[in-house]
């Protein structure tokens, strides 16, 4: 896309590592950054794995593989963005954290570069506010997983300029992405609508409605979802599910988003899914 060549991406895991792949199969230029090394090569080789992944699925050439991991720049100081025309934050869910990440890079990006966050419920609105550029923050939630997944949720802040708007828009779009715009609410509309539905069929578990498997076979033989609600939850991964009901609880107010105590039972424990071997299923 015109003006924008190099993609910055803040967080290697597996938000920050699939927005990477998909950014350097779309032809831009990655800086890829994380606090920690380790991090930085791990998620090297998952996105080696899944362009592998879609080599063997013809979807791509191996001249194309090598192309986008040649595109990809890993970096552990966030210094290195200065030289990114758009920066999408990918870290953990949570607001102090992201603010002083967004203080940090609004000291480092060039004054007319995009900062964008795929946040999945805080508010782009808040997160604005801790730089000096709030018409030029965004959201833009992409979906796991994300070389997959088509939507990407482009969330106005209430500062967010119509321009910014429009480049993220047309970014998500050269991504192969469709794009949906919505605007700066707890939770926006994905979550919103998604997150009660699993933290019900938490319920519905906890209160001897069904066993977890019951749940999940009524969901996806019922209402045709391709996936149980809770097979769901753990793949999100349980403290997220959790974050994001405390997010929806405290910003909407409404005792309807109360998490449910076996969702924080099991996050205490920490069972949270597939990336700790154990949630509503083994694995």
């Known amino acids: 896309m015109p003006g ?4 910055g991406v803040v967080g290697a895991g597996t938000m920050g590592n699939g927005i990477a792949h998909v950014a350097a199969r779309s032809g831009y230029k990655v800086i890829l950054h994380d606090m920690e090394q380790r ?9 080696t794995k899944n362009l592998d992944r879609e080599v063997a699925k013809g979807k791509i050439s191996t001249d194309d ?20 025309d ?16 967004f203080q940090a890079l609004d000291e480092i990006a060039c004054p007319g570069v995009i900062l964008a966050s795929n946040t999945s419920s805080i508010s782009i609105t808040k997160i604005a506010s801790k730089t000096t550029r709030a018409d ?18 482009i969330v106005r802040g209430l500062a967010t300029a119509d321009e910014t708007n429009r480049t993220t828009t047309q970014l998500a779009q050269s991504f192969g992405k469709t794009p949906v715009e919505v605007n700066d609410f707890p939770g926006f509309v994905s979550n919103r609508v998604l997150m ?11 209160e001897g409605v069904g066993t977890v498997e ?12 391709p996936m149980g609600p809770l097979t769901l939850a753990d793949l999100i991964g349980l403290d997220v599910c959790l974050d994001i009901m405390n997010v929806l ?6 005792s309807k988003y109360r998490p449910c105590p076996l969702l924080r039972k099991m996050v205490d424990a920490g069972q949270l899914g597939r990336k700790s071997g154990q949630g509503f299923y083994k694995y």
């Open 4 to 7: 924008i060549q190099t993609v």
């Open 39 to 47: 991090f930085l090569d791990r998620a090297i080789s998952t996105i």
């Open 65 to 84: 593989k090598s192309l986008a991991l040649s595109r990809i720049v890993s970096v552990a100081q966030v210094a290195a963005l200065s030289e990114a």
């Open 86 to 101: 758009f920066i999408i934050e990918a870290v953990i869910e949570d607001l102090d954290t992201k603010s002083k990440i």
């Open 136 to 153: 030029k923050v965004i959201g833009m939630h992409f979906m796991n997983p994300v070389p997959i997944m088509p939507l990407v949720e």
């Open 196 to 206: 009660p539905m699993i933290n019900e069929a938490i319920y519905c578990v906890m």
């Open 214 to 225: 019951a749940v999940d076979s009524i969901m996806k033989l019922g209402m045709n979802h």
């Open 249 to 254: 609880h405290a910003g909407l107010g409404d």
